[in-house]
């Protein structure tokens, strides 16, 4: 939501200074400026709460502008595009040659350092991108933040905070929490006290977005996923909201579906974050790889970090009862994208640090791949331990 709130609003915000409304700085350029929503236009109704978000607050999702319906390409080459990047600070990808077309940056995951001569470049430690959008807005001479536009700005804002909560140590939150409550001031909520209000709307998007009944197992793999490579190392991350024992009662060929990701991507490593909220948050950790000695290196150097993993090895095998892995042949007879390899590896941990979520965990991996080398041999073909228990 985080991403799709601040492509919005801050074209509104962009489009609204440049046509000089109500007062604003607008030099009438006489250009377009349009949100992007960088994912295929199918993905949407995976995002469940987004969507939720959209229809409430009645924005048409069909008038939105999704990455494979616009030549970014072609207007980069006819030198007519400029990129403001929000939520994310670095290209990826076929993006990656859009580069000197980047023209401002609002982000809150770390800085990575490129773009340095953007007109716009605000990279701050918030729980959420749109509180960065929102004091630009704020602080602002326009009159465009009313009732409405304060909602969709207050959604992203509360559902990437917890609700503002400050107990899980995000850095920022104190200015996430400023801005939330002059949200919260436009909003002048009369049926309930400011911070009932708030609640009440983060309670709406939760079950919004754990709303996963109508998903299948491979769309919820997909639905947040994003992808990176360092020091020639391919991984990709997947956040899903569902425990892992609630997802085995739903699927119970999960790690044949891990298996064909990562292949079907050409992975060398596979992370899948899984997230469930009842009164707390609750986190486990899933890491898939071919190259086992990878394996060993990344778990090594996450375990001594401040995840604070815990194995469920036990769990995975006694609650979860996951038999596929044993049944892998017999369930794809013509195809070798969910076999084991020899030197296949899997971990699974519940994870107690709920603050390490995706933005954080990605830097992480960053930076144990681009110390990692290739120079000692993969250890003796064997199937890894941490499979063999499920098929003893």
Not at 79 to 102: C, F, M, Q, R, S
Request: charged fraction near 25%; hydrophobic fraction near 35%; proline fraction near 3%.
């Amino acid at each position: 939501m985080d991403s799709v709130v601040s492509s919005i609003t801050y074209a509104y915000y962009r489009w609204s200074l440049e046509n000089n409304l109500d007062g604003g700085l607008g030099d009438n350029h006489h250009f377009d400026i349009l949100p992007v929503i960088n994912i295929p236009e199918e993905r949407l109704n995976l995002r469940t709460e987004t969507l939720y978000l959209l229809q409430k607050r009645r924005i048409d999702p069909s008038l939105l502008i999704f990455r494979n319906e616009i030549h970014l390409n072609r207007l980069h080459e006819q030198g007519k595009l400029h990129i403001t990047l929000v939520d994310h600070n670095v290209l990826e990808g076929k993006n990656e040659a859009l580069g000197d077309a980047v023209v401002g940056v609002i982000d809150h995951h770390k800085d990575e350092g490129q773009y340095l001569f953007a007109e716009t470049r605000i990279i701050e430690s918030t729980g959420s991108c749109t509180t960065l959008i929102a004091r630009e807005i704020l602080n602002s001479c326009l009159r465009i933040l009313d009732k409405n536009l304060a909602k969709i700005l207050l959604a992203a804002i509360v559902l990437d905070t917890s609700n503002l909560d400050d107990t899980l140590g995000r850095p920022g939150i104190a200015i996430d929490k400023q801005i939330a409550s002059s949200l919260m001031d436009i909003i002048q909520p009369k049926e309930y006290p400011q911070h009932q209000y708030r609640s009440n709307y983060f309670k709406e998007l939760l079950e919004a977005k754990y709303d996963i009944e109508n998903i299948s197992s491979k769309d919820l793999l997909r639905r947040d996923y994003k992808e990176w490579v360092s020091n020639g190392i391919r991984y990709g991350i997947s956040s899903v909201t569902v425990s892992l024992d609630e997802w085995v009662k739903k699927d119970t060929h999960l790690i044949s579906l891990f298996l064909k990701r990562m292949r079907k991507k050409l992975l060398d490593l596979l992370v899948v974050m899984l997230m469930s909220y009842s009164s707390t948050l609750s986190r486990e950790l899933i890491i898939l790889t071919d190259q086992e000695r990878l394996g060993e290196a990344i778990i090594q150097s996450l375990s001594a970090s401040d995840l604070k993993l815990t194995s469920l090895k036990s769990s995975f095998e006694t609650k979860a009862k996951i038999k596929d892995l044993c049944m892998l042949p017999s369930l794809e007879p013509n195809s070798t994208l969910g076999y084991l390899k020899k030197t296949t590896a899997l971990y699974v941990f519940n994870q107690k640090n709920n603050l390490f979520s995706r933005k954080s965990l990605q830097p992480l991996l960053h930076q144990i791949f681009s110390k990692y080398s290739y120079e000692n041999p993969e250890m003796e073909n064997k199937v890894s331990e941490r499979i063999n228990f499920v098929c003893e």
